[in-house]
């Protein structure tokens, strides 16, 4: 599965990412348009990096993700955090497509990406499906995605990442293949992951294979029951463009 195999090394890879920022900016723009808003659903949680500061916003938030190993250090996550922080956080195994939580939230996000992970028309069509069972009416659902014209316009490239915490040092070359008669890349990662103490270098292989998505689309495969609020370029206010690897849209429950 998508990210088991190096879930130990998942925070350590991604520790530059501003997780407090994004989540300040997708909850302005649900105070903005909801602000009753208060419980969450998370699809796609992963260590639960973005559902913190969620929680320590005042939030209460439900995470689902498919990855075990993830989960388990989404509740290491949980269970270092203060007690009050803590109680507003939860768990669980389910899968965007198909999960049922059989409860109703104020608003479903999903970030990181992980609607681009949907690679098939009919893998965005149960996500969305999903996010519209588990909304209330009025309630938002905001993702973000690989905006389609800036993955053209740019075009994906090889990149090499490398960090180092007191015991570990990792190296991670990205490798892309693009795809552009099914719309979709194939990130070939390969990581290897050094023990400071012995020496001992283990290497990993997966490979990402992310669909990368146009407004036109969208509208196409979104379900009938989700009205669009707003699509904006990524940690921004103004409207996507071919800079843009990354936007975000927020639909409305009807």
Known sequence: MVFDAYSRYYDLLYR???YAGEAAYVAAHLRRLSPSAAHIL?????T????EPFARAGFRVHGVDRSETMLARAAARKASLPAEIAA?????PGDARTVRTGEHYDAVISLFHVMSYQATDADLEAAFVTAAAHLRPGGLFLF???????????????????LEDAAIRV????????????????????VFVEEKASGRIAELRETHRMRYLSLPELARLRDAAFVERASVAWMSEREPGPGDWAAMQVLART
């Not at 639960?48 to 559902?51: D, I, Q, S, T, W």
């Not at 507003?88 to 669980?92: A, D, I, M, N, V």
């Open 16 to 18: 530059d990412k501003d």
């Open 42 to 46: 998370e699809l796609g949680c992963g």
């Open 48 to 51: 639960g990096a973005h559902a």
């Open 88 to 92: 507003r956080l939860s768990f669980g």
């Open 144 to 162: 973000d995605f690989w905006y389609g014209p800036a993955v053209l316009a740019q075009r994906p490239e090889l990149r090499v990442k490398r």
């Open 171 to 190: 190296t991670r070359i990205a490798e892309p293949a693009l795809d552009e008669a099914a719309g979709t890349v194939d990130v070939h990662y390969d």
